[in-house]
């Protein structure tokens, strides 16, 4: 079977929906079947390859559509044009378009073109939650992208269902398949440290992430627990006014900015981490909780929707209410009460649990399941 996994935008982010893309298609190539990533790019870029050999073409991101303005359609024809010449050469017997956005125009294009390939769309969060309200013109797209595909699967059931309201014609194609971690978040346990008592934020630094929020609800916590500190991995475009709030509320001298983490170095920052948060406004099914319970440490998130259906309140971890400061700052000071007896057992639970619903191995079978069942 050859798989042509569709990205939204260039591969390179901190974002999920990239880091997902490329590991998909490392497991699609070890497990026998031939993957290649398509990207959607600013300008021309050749066809490359990632370092486990996974081949990536690109197609220029097109215009939309409109009448007086002739070279809209110029640019949407050369964009259907990249593509089918991808597919021409690749051969793909499935095409998985992850976070339709702007590829929804050159594959609604190539669709009406005689093929065998069949066609598999997957949504992450935004696509469903914000594009279709922000660009009213992509959501004509996007509807005309589900109308043609042959299953459409979201990464958590609270998004098929919102998806399936906002596009009927999802609802007989629709299907869930959770995000997986691979076998490297799960090691041993270790009773260790860093040299110091830490919280852990980990993910990118803008406003959907909610960083500020536990900055605020820091504050607080601070006061409680001097010897605390609070330590955010990740890099973003809010990075700097973060770091101005820290400094407002008077917290910077315990707060530390650590900049984007290798997997190695965030396995370890999340064994070692008195809890890791997650005060997301808007959430999938984020990886970073998925790779912090796989390493055994006590999650904190809100409860968007997403989040809890990843940790279970009370047992593998704590939620809170949305927007919540003061919420935040009761839990956060809870875990940092717990007993060493009941922290123990809330990370084994926690390590359990994602081990159980959200392995790497069992996201790639139900894909491939799904796969063999449109062929």
Same mark, same amino acid.
């Given at each position: 079977?050859?798989? *042509?996994?569709? $990205? ?15 590991? %998909? ?46 070279? &809209? ?25 992850? +976070?339709?956005?702007?590829?929804? /125009? ?5 669709? &009406? ?5 069949? @066609?598999?769309?997957?949504?992450? !969060? ?33 998004? =098929? ?24 978040? +799960? ?26 929020? *536990? /900055?605020?609800?820091?504050? $607080? ?10 330590? %955010? ?11 101005? @709030? ?5 917290? #910077?001298?315990?707060?530390? +900015? ?7 170095? =965030? ?19 984020? *990886?970073? @909780? ?33 927007? &919540?400061?003061?919420? %935040? #700052? ?7 009460? *717990?007993?060493? !007896? ?16 959200? #392995? ?5 079978? !139900?894909?491939?399941? %799904?796969?063999? #069942?449109? =062929?």
């Amino acid at each position: 079977m050859k798989i *042509l996994l569709f $990205n939204f935008t260039e591969l390179g982010g901190l974002g999920g929906v990239d880091v997902m893309v490329v590991t %998909l298609a490392r497991q699609f190539n070890q497990a026998g079947h031939a993957a290649g990533i398509l990207e959607i790019a600013k300008g021309h870029k050749p066809q490359r390859q990632l370092p486990d050999g996974t081949r990536v073409w690109a197609v220029t991101v097109p215009s939309r559509l409109t009448v007086r303005r002739p070279r &809209s359609w110029a640019s949407f024809v050369r964009a259907t044009v990249q593509f089918m010449r991808v597919v021409h050469k690749f051969e793909p017997d499935i095409i998985n378009v992850h +976070f339709p956005h702007s590829q929804c /125009l050159p594959v609604v294009g190539a669709d &009406s073109l005689p093929h065998k390939w069949r @066609l598999v769309v997957t949504l992450h !969060n935004s696509d469903i939650r914000v594009t279709p309200f922000k660009d009213p013109g992509m959501r004509k797209w996007q509807a005309r992208l589900f109308q043609r595909a042959d299953a459409v699967t979201t990464v958590n059931r609270a998004l =098929l269902d919102d998806a399936i309201a906002l596009f009927p014609i999802i609802e007989g194609k629709g299907k869930v398949i959770l995000n997986g971690v691979g076998p490297q978040w +799960f090691q041993p346990l270790e009773n260790g440290d860093n040299g110091r008592d830490y919280v852990l934020f980990s993910g990118r630094l803008n406003h959907v992430k909610g960083a500020d929020l *536990l /900055l605020k609800a820091w504050s $607080n916590v601070h006061q409680r627990f001097p010897l605390t500190d609070l330590w %955010l991995a990740g890099d973003g475009d809010e990075q700097g006014n973060l770091e101005k @709030l820290a400094q407002d509320l008077s917290v #910077s001298g315990s707060v530390r +900015f650590m900049g984007r983490k290798d997997q190695q170095e =965030l396995r370890q920052l999340y064994q070692h981490a008195r809890a890791v948060v997650l005060p997301s406004r808007r959430e999938g099914l984020p *990886l970073a @909780l998925l790779e912090a319970g796989a390493a055994g440490a006590i999650c904190v998130g809100s409860r968007t929707p997403g989040i809890p259906e990843i940790i279970q309140d009370g047992v593998t971890g704590y939620l809170f209410d949305c927007e &919540s400061v003061e919420g %935040l #700052s009761a839990i956060i000071g809870r875990v940092l009460d *717990l007993s060493p !007896n009941a922290r123990w057992q809330m990370r084994h639970a926690a390590q359990n649990a994602t081990r159980e619903r959200f #392995s790497e191995e069992g996201m790639i079978a !139900n894909y491939l399941d %799904l796969f063999r #069942s449109l =062929l």
